[in-house]
């Protein structure tokens, strides 16, 4: 790719060279393939007057990809065919599967936007759903350059070529802009000397925006709940893990037995939910049965650890119950009695380790001819969050509030739709008693017990002052599912592919749905506010926010149930503002699509996502400026920069930075926003970048948390807009005039947004400068006085960096930093 950039910015632009040039105006035969792997999407060629050979456009430039199924096995195109209806319209179909079980269709005005793609069983009428003047070339094999593909031909003017040509250009441009890094920086800005800036406020176009601008985005992906900030220290204590979350797992995995054999039954659980339970059966000695937690429990020398389980054993059995460490070293020691009987008993003790360790294990020592049953066996830190019972680790939830988030969405992300229709987050499954908990195989791969499940999530926004921001399926689940469960339905197709609920099972989706809010703020005397009032808060948790909906394709099949869901809703609570969303991406299809729906539906605010490059927000710094100001609000729910291979740095973290001073000048339109992911185990990333890194013992931020929370703690609700004028910085000697400088590169590249915070009335003013030179700001019309002044700075490439605080007066000037982001508080009240 890099190859393809050289030549667009060496201007070698020999790829243009093809029939379109000689024939413009011309028709030309245009065919539409793909390669045989089914990778890479839609490709295009042409060939013109007497010419036999295919000229690929582009260089086998992807017009369009599929959509259907799960990435790494999906996203496949077989069998293209092409053709025109009476109103000129170009139709695509497809087959996203080899066998061609699958028929998948969309279409375009100019094959650059496309209709979000709709898919068919192959043996279905779908022909009956397309215009009825479509003709559908017929497909053929044939060789482009060199490769043997199959397709099917159309005859186009060859104006379409010409105009296909420059779009292959300017995309081939704008990637060459999202690739731009600071690497680059000894060439690009090999003149560029200190600047000068001179920020004037314009106080008369003050605005207010909104005071729920920074929130967090919370997914239980990357170990985040599960090992991570639920502060469980058992792995599998369900003994529910299985190949359902992952391949190789059992009900036992993660369970040592030594000297007892241990058994799973299901005849008579503690809940159906909750299916599975062990039974250990020692003979003549005794018998132990280890966890080792997540990768090890870490135990602090006098601190206490509760311990539970529920038990039953056929006669009274007591267990020795110990923390050891790796040699076998006793550092804690308890004894519980399992009484004998068909019932289950809920059984506590606590330990108390004489040690620190981090890699402790729980032992379970059962005496010698003993049959226990166990089920739910638990070891908490008794110092939680705020001490909360099956509370959150402390130091993980801390740094969550250090952030100052106004709000919090729960459960993600793909999470939230999960993998197939089975797989759809339910809330109700989240909730009640531990043991009634309703376990989920995790979409990224492991196993979720919901022990922070709704309930915990609410209590948690209560604690930190948050908004919560529930977002639920709507009606279908993620986009790149890899299967469709048990659910077949006339529009659904092979596996592979969002669908949706059965319409006949939506009434009862949506009424777990109105449920939610009921659980959330109704009176502790109603069905559901009942459930919260007795775990332990009759207060409503004033949920004002419903996310209904993650990334998904805008199909049909989405916007017939969002708008069911969003309906009742909206007739039950009119209070609550449903945010939707428009895909899963800043441009495309879903997006387009999206867009028109909730404009349609008046959607209250619409969900964004987009993970790019650093150039890319650098050279997009004007996204959101001409956004309806009358339309839908936006979150953005999901963003992050990082490079290809996903590697982020100081650099990413300056460039959200510098995009947010932009996002806040919109903080009219875009009301909330949110990095994602939030949190990463080491050693189970899944994905990265993610703001915080932690393993069992250990927290630590990437430079992308400090840009967070140097927003977060210190938001704005009014926004002043200023101007900015750079200068090369002048001796004051020579008494020219300094050069005044223009360029997009540099402008691009240093951003001011000034908020005033009406509850103190302190002005905030916020600096990124990505450019490799120090900058002396002079701020015309601001406000003197003592400020608190935090800087984020460094070499780019760093990935570890913290910031500097200090206090100082200000009148009239800062200096900042080359690669540096300022957060300047004027103190109202000095
Ligand atoms: O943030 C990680 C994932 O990215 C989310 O689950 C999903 O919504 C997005 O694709």
């Not at 094999?141 to 159309?154: A, E, L, N, P, Y």
């Not at 040699?327 to 108390?352: H, M, R, Y």
């Not at 009406?758 to 019309?781: C, F, K, Y």
Request: with cysteine; aromatic share 10%; hydrophobic share 35%.
């Amino acid at each position: 790719m890099k190859a393809f950039y050289k030549l667009v910015l060496g201007f070698t632009l020999t790829f243009s060279i093809g029939p379109s040039d000689i024939f413009a105006g011309k028709p030309v035969d245009m065919l539409a393939f793909s390669l045989p792997d089914g990778n890479g999407g839609l490709k295009l060629a042409s060939r013109a007057g007497a010419d036999k050979d295919w000229h690929s456009i582009g260089n086998f430039h992807s017009f369009l990809g599929s959509d259907y199924g799960a990435w790494g096995s999906g996203k496949k195109m077989h069998n293209v065919r092409i053709g025109q209806d009476a109103q000129g319209i170009y139709w695509v179909l497809f087959n996203p599967d080899k066998n061609g079980e699958v028929i998948a269709f969309t279409s375009s005005p100019d094959l650059e936007h496309w209709t979000p793609q709709e898919y068919r069983r192959s043996d279905s009428d779908y022909m009956k759903e397309l215009p009825s003047s479509l003709i559908l070339e017929s497909l053929s094999d044939t060789s482009v350059q060199g490769k043997d593909v199959k397709g099917s031909v159309i005859t186009v003017d060859s104006d379409l070529i010409s105009r296909l040509d420059g779009l292959v250009h300017y995309q081939a441009i704008k990637n060459a802009k999202n690739d731009e890094r600071t690497d680059q920086d000894p060439w690009r800005f090999k003149d560029l000397k200190p600047l000068t800036a001179t920020v004037t406020l314009d106080k008369n176009g003050a605005k207010p925006i909104s005071d729920e601008f920074i929130g967090i985005f919370f997914e239980d992906i990357n170990y985040g709940a599960d090992g991570g900030l639920y502060a469980e220290l058992i792995q599998n204590r369900d003994f529910e893990y299985s190949d359902k979350d992952r391949k190789e797992w059992t009900p036992t995995s993660y369970w040592i037995a030594k000297d007892l054999s241990l058994s799973i039954d299901t005849s008579n659980p503690i809940h159906p939910n909750n299916a599975n339970y062990a039974v250990c059966k020692t003979e003549d000695r005794s018998g132990y049965l280890t966890n080792e937690g997540f990768d090890g429990i870490v135990v602090k020398k006098g601190e206490k650890y509760l311990f539970n389980l529920f038990g039953r054993a056929v006669s009274k059995t007591s267990l020795k119950v110990s923390l050891i460490d790796k040699d076998g070293k006793v550092l804690a020691q308890t004894k519980i009695n399992v009484p004998a009987g068909s019932e289950w008993s809920k059984l506590d003790s606590s330990l108390i380790s004489k040690a620190d360790c981090s890699n402790a294990c729980l032992q379970i020592e059962i005496p010698a001819k003993s049959e226990v049953s166990l089920d739910m066996v638990s070891l908490f830190p008794e110092k939680t969050f705020k001490g909360r019972k099956n509370g959150l680790r402390e130091d993980l939830a801390q740094t969550l509030a250090d952030l100052h988030p106004k709000f919090m969405r729960f459960p993600g992300g793909c999470v939230s739709h999960g993998n197939g229709i089975d797989n759809i987050y339910d809330w109700k499954g989240s909730v009640g008693p531990l043991e009634a908990r309703k376990p989920l195989p995790n979409l990224w791969g492991y196993h979720q017990t919901r022990g922070l499940g709704f309930y915990e999530y609410f209590l948690f926004c209560e604690d930190l002052g948050m908004q919560p921001l529930p977002v639920l399926a709507a009606g279908v689940p993620c986009q790149n599912s890899s299967h469709h469960s048990k659910y077949t339905h006339d529009e659904l197709t092979a596996n592979g592919q969002q669908c949706g609920i059965p319409l006949e099972d939506m009434p009862a989706y949506i009424q777990d749905i109105l449920d939610l809010v009921e659980y959330a703020n109704g009176p502790a005397d109603s069905e559901w506010g009942r459930l919260r009032a007795e775990a332990g808060h009759p207060e409503p948790f004033n949920l004002k926010y419903l996310g209904i909906g993650n990334e998904d394709l805008i199909s049909q099949t989405f916007k017939e149930r969002f708008k069911m869901i969003r309906d009742a809703v909206n007739a039950k609570y009119p209070d609550i503002t449903v945010v939707g969303t428009v895909g899963p991406f800043f441009e495309g299809s879903d997006y387009e699509e999206g867009w028109k729906f909730a404009h349609k539906e008046n959607v209250e605010i619409v969900d964004e996502h987009y993970y790019v490059a650093p150039g890319w927000y650098v050279n997009n710094r004007n996204f959101y400026d001409n956004y309806d100001r009358k339309g839908p609000k936006v979150y953005l729910g999901e963003y992050a920069s990082h490079y290809p291979g996903r590697e982020s740095n100081l650099e990413c973290a300056l460039s959200i930075g510098l995009y947010l001073t932009d996002v806040e000048r919109n903080a009219d339109v875009v009301t909330m926003t949110s990095y994602a992911p939030l949190l990463s185990k080491k050693g189970r990333t899944q994905w990265r970048p993610d703001l915080i890194y932690f393993d069992n013992e250990s927290i630590s931020v990437s430079p992308d948390y400090y840009v967070q929370q140097m927003y977060g703690a210190n938001p704005g609700s009014t926004y002043i807009p200023s101007s900015i004028a750079l200068h090369e910085k002048c001796c004051g000697k020579c008494g020219r005039t300094p050069k005044e400088i223009s360029a997009d590169d540099v402008t691009n590249r240093f951003g001011i947004s000034t908020v005033v915070d009406e509850t103190t009335g302190d002005t905030i003013v916020r600096i990124a400068n990505l450019l490799p030179v120090e900058v002396d700001v002079n701020l015309e019309g601001y406000p003197s006085g003592m400020s608190e002044i935090t800087v984020l700075t460094g070499n780019p490439r760093d990935t570890k960096v913290e910031p500097s605080v200090s206090k100082t007066e200000i009148n009239g000037s800062v200096s900042v930093p080359a690669y540096s982001f300022t957060t300047m508080r004027i103190l109202s009240n000095q």
